[in-house]
């Protein structure tokens, strides 16, 4: 007879592997459906910023925790037709900008470019 260790650990590890093949794909399709988007400049107004912070624990082998955290920033534009787009930020562009900005936002489907402020 087995036990159920033959049978769930092999399950196991093709779901985790199945799920990280899964990801890649679907990273890999998203900037290829942005590289084939044209650049676009158009008017716009920086709605929100927002800000996700993930917490990450990691056990060592002596006995002791090493706690780590990391930081997406966000910012929401919205154009002239009513139309809301969120884009994935860096800490200094999100820094850079403020509620209320308008200007020029440059993008490319779903890839955040810059934003030129009007001045």
Excluded: C
Aim: glycine share 8%; hydrophobic share 35%.
């Amino acid at each position: 007879m087995f036990s159920i260790m033959e049978v769930f650990f092999p399950i196991m590890f093709l779901l985790v592997f199945g799920i990280i093949i899964f990801t890649i794909i679907r990273g890999l399709r998203e900037w290829d459906s942005n590289n084939k988007q044209p650049i676009l400049n158009v008017n716009a107004k920086l709605i929100s910023k927002r800000t996700s912070t993930s917490r990450h624990n990691h056990s060592m082998n002596n006995g002791h925790n090493h706690v780590s955290s990391s930081t997406s920033y966000y910012v929401t534009f919205e154009v002239n037709s009513g139309d809301r787009m969120e884009f994935k930020v860096s800490g200094k562009e999100y820094g850079m900008l403020a509620e209320g900005d308008t200007g020029e936002l440059i993008f490319q489907g779903s890839r955040y470019h810059r934003f030129n402020r009007e001045s």
